[in-house]
């Protein structure tokens, strides 16, 4: 069975400062796929970035990146310099390499709050 | 290029009644999925489309809860003699199809059962 783990509930920091999202994932297939996304106070969730299992670069775009490692199980997001539009709560979701059963299995957020 | 759009945003109504949702997805998108997310909790896998076809249904999803997509277009999701366990943001999300594929989320439902 397939499982996100995201310990951090609630996260607060001042504007400008560096933050790190954890998420620790369970899954017994081989090939599967990772994904952040963003649900702002309006509520829509929004698409960040997906990773595939076989490819572990690190990511960057802009001011986020992600550290994918297999080893530990992790996909860590780090925001850097952080601004208040970054705000929102922020999921770690996977999906298995089955393709009569696409769901996705979300984490249970992690809420981060930019102190201006 | 709109996005996926679901209606109504909100919905009130009293235990017992049955309610009914849409869920419109982004046009070039086969596969259709709705989910659930209550408070404090990320959203919960309901069940799924690729076009006109229901390929999997959650344990979530009691008899109460029925979903159709009649012409691989549209979907609505029907809730009968709604409880207040039922109340909760429900959230539609389309993609082309497969894990691989990023899924594209609606605005979401919220149903609040008086």
């Known amino acids: 069975a397939q499982k996100v783990t995201q310990a951090q509930t609630e996260i607060s920091v001042v504007e400008k400062e560096d933050v790190t999202l954890d998420c620790v994932y369970e899954?017994?297939?081989?090939?599967?796929?990772l994904f952040w996304y963003k649900q702002p106070p309006s509520g829509e969730l929004v698409f960040l970035i997906r990773?595939?299992?076989?490819?572990?670069q690190n990511e960057i775009s802009g001011r986020y990146s992600w550290n994918f490692q297999k080893s530990t199980s992790s996909f860590n997001f780090t925001i850097t310099a952080s601004q208040v539009v970054d705000s929102a709560v922020y999921f770690c979701?996977?999906?298995?390499?089955?393709?009569?059963?696409?769901?996705?299995?979300f984490g249970t957020g992690t809420r981060l709050t930019i102190i201006p | 290029d709109t996005g996926v759009s679901q209606n109504p945003r909100h919905k009130i109504t009293k235990r017992g009644q049955n309610v009914t949702f849409r869920c419109d997805p982004i046009?070039?998108?086969?596969?259709l999925y709705w989910y659930r997310q209550t408070l404090g909790q990320g959203p919960e896998f309901l069940t799924y489309?690729?076009?006109?076809?229901?390929?999997?249904k959650s344990r979530l999803l009691s008899d109460r809860f029925s979903a159709e997509r009649p012409k691989g277009s549209f979907s609505t999701l029907e809730i009968q003699r709604t409880e207040q366990g039922d109340s909760a943001m429900y959230l539609c999300?389309?993609?082309?199809?497969?894990?691989?594929?990023?899924?594209?989320f609606g605005d979401g439902t919220r149903l609040s059962i008086l």
């Open positions: 999300a389309s993609s082309l199809g497969g894990p691989n594929q990023p899924q594209h």
């Open positions: 899954t017994r297939d081989t090939t599967y796929y």
């Open positions: 990773r595939n299992s076989f490819d572990e």
């Open positions: 979701a996977l999906s298995e390499e089955d393709f009569g059963n696409e769901k996705l299995t």
């Open positions: 046009s070039e998108h086969n596969r």
């Open positions: 489309f690729q076009n006109e076809a229901q390929l999997e």
